[in-house]
């Protein structure tokens, strides 16, 4: 019998592992911070949710 942690990852989670592992320790805090959490899996959603912020135009007065 399989139990929770002999499960493939989903395609979702996987995905988000990538990108994590893709970042900067500096990202991670970041993402982490946006997150309001520790948890790698809910800077994955915030990120999901937020869109890669770093990348859109900033407007500049």
Same mark, same amino acid.
């Given at each position: 019998?399989?139990?929770?942690?002999?499960?493939?990852p989903?395609?979702? @989670?996987?995905?988000?592992?990538?990108?994590? =592992? *893709?970042?900067?320790?500096?990202?991670?805090?970041?993402?982490?911070?946006?997150?309001? *959490?520790?948890?790698?899996?809910?800077?994955?959603?915030?990120?999901?949710?937020?869109? =890669?912020? @770093?990348?859109?135009?900033?407007?500049? =007065?």
């Open positions: 019998m399989k139990n929770q942690h002999d499960q493939e989903t395609p979702d @989670e996987t995905a988000g592992m990538v990108w994590w =592992n *893709s970042l900067a320790e500096t990202d991670r805090a970041a993402w982490l911070t946006r997150a309001g *959490s520790a948890v790698p899996a809910d800077a994955w959603a915030a990120y999901k949710r937020l869109g =890669n912020v @770093e990348r859109q135009p900033q407007t500049v =007065n």
